[in-house]
């Protein structure tokens, strides 16, 4: 997932710097929902990964 946010990061950079402006907020928006979506995940598997192991 965090593959893809870098992707679609580097696609708005690109489509920002050609003045693609449809794209780049395309682009962008799917980036940010990716990286937030990944930081939430790894949030969540740092918490359940400390608790001791389920007996």
Do not use: C, D, T
Not at 9 to 30: M, N
Request: positive net charge.
């Amino acid at each position: 997932m965090l593959r893809w946010s870098l992707v679609f990061l580097v696609l708005a950079l690109i489509a920002g710097a050609l003045g693609l402006g449809g794209v780049e907020a395309v682009s962008s928006q799917v980036a940010w929902i990716l990286f937030v979506a990944f930081l939430i995940l790894f949030i969540i598997s740092l918490v359940l990964g400390r608790r001791g192991p389920a007996v």
